[in-house]
C-alpha cells in the first residue's frame, strides 16, 4: 500500500475550521492529506520564510501579496478566501455587553475581568485589539487584565474555559464561531471595525504543487462557499 502525499500548509488561524472541515473533501479531490499548521499570521509568514516546509499557505492578502512579490510563493496560484470581521466574545451563558458605539464598548472594556486576545505583536487581531485600547484612551486601565495567547483559537479556548465571569475576548469572528463555549458579540462597532481579506497561495518551494494547486482550487471555489460563509467569511 503507497504513503499518503501529505501537503504541508502553514495558516492563519481565522481559517482553521475550514480547513479542517474539508480534509475529506481535500482527500477525494487529489488523494493526498492536508497537513496544516495555525497560528498567528505573523508567526506563519516567519516560519515561511525561515524555511519550514510549505506547499501552500493562508495569510492576509496583503502578506500574500507581499510574498509573491519577494517570490515565496506562485502569483498565478493566489485565490481569495474572503474576508473576515474583527469580533467580540464571552463565555457562552455570561451576560451580553453591549458594544454597539465607542461609549458601550469602552464601558464594556472596563467593566471585563479579563480580555482575551491573540499576540498583540504578530496576530492581525491582536494588533488592531491594542490600537482600540489607545483610542479608547483606556490602555492603562485595562493592561493588567490583558491575556494574550499565541493565536485567537488558543484565546478563546481559554475564555470557555475560564473559571470567572465577566471576561471578554477579541479576534477574527471565523475563530470565535469555532470554539464551543463561546458566543460572539458582534463586530466591533464603527471606526473601530476592522475586515480583514485572506488568501490562499502555493509556495514556491512546494514540493507537490500540482497538487497543491487543487487544494487552493477546493480551498476557494464555489464548492466551499457556503462553508466559508459559514464559518465568518465573507466574499
Known sequence: MSAVTVIRLLCAGAAKAIVA?????FIAETGAEVVGEFGAVGAMKAKLL???????IVLTAAMIAELAGQGHVEPDTIASLGSVATGVAIRSGDAVPAIGD???????LLAATALY??????????????GVLGRL??????TPRLRA????AIAMRALADANENGGLGCTQVSEILYTPG???VGALPGEFALTT?????????ATSPQLARRVVATLSGPGSAALRAQGGFVS
Open 50 to 56: 525561515a524555511g519550514d516546509p510549505c506547499d501552500l
Open 21 to 25: 472541515a474539508l480534509q475529506p473533501a
Open 182 to 184: 463561546v458566543t460572539l
Open 137 to 142: 484612551g483606556i490602555a492603562g486601565d485595562v
Open 102 to 108: 465607542a461609549g458601550s464598548l469602552r464601558r464594556a
Open 117 to 130: 486576545v491573540p499576540d498583540p505583536e504578530r496576530a492581525t487581531a491582536g494588533i488592531h485589539f491594542v
Open 197 to 205: 481579506v485572506y488568501s490562499v497561495a502555493v509556495c514556491a518551494r
Open 149 to 152: 495567547f499565541p493565536n485567537g
